[in-house]
């Protein structure tokens, strides 16, 4: 059974800096893509950046560029994500999620529907 385990997340300020972990079980973690979301109530749920475990290839979005780094440990079945820089415009509920079929693809990897198993988020709250 797949199990992704997320951990991290809380409050913080403006300009401070949090660290995300993803523990994965249940699947072969050497090459699948591991996708980072958030989400704001009422709002769709945004993919922000993502990781492809087997060549360590990176994707984010603009708005989080140069601020959030996506990493894994593929020894610990681990993926990471580095926030720093934070704003209040990055509250959110953050997920992390799999896809099986290998990847990224650049093209589609933004889109949810595209993975298969999620974490069970973990809120993010920055105060201005």
């Known amino acids: 059974e797949m199990h992704l385990v997320q951990s991290g997340g809380g409050l913080v300020r403006a300009g401070e800096s949090l660290i995300l972990s993803c523990a994965a079980s249940g699947f072969t973690f050497g090459d699948v893509t591991i996708g980072w979301f958030r989400q704001v109530p009422g709002q769709e749920r945004e993919g922000i950046g993502c990781?492809?475990?087997?060549?360590?290839?990176?994707n984010y979005i603009d708005s989080v560029k140069g601020r959030f780094t996506i990493s894994s440990d593929n020894a610990m079945n681990m993926v990471y994500l580095q926030m720093n820089s934070l704003k209040p415009e990055d509250t959110a509920v953050y997920y992390c999620?799999?896809?099986?079929?290998?990847?990224?693809?650049?093209?589609?990897?933004?889109?949810?529907?595209?993975?298969?198993?999620w974490g069970q988020g973990t809120q993010v709250t920055v105060s201005s």
């Open positions: 990781i492809g475990t087997k060549d360590g290839n990176t």
């Open positions: 999620a799999v896809d099986l079929n290998g990847g990224p693809s650049p093209t589609v990897w933004v889109f949810p529907i595209m993975y298969h198993h």
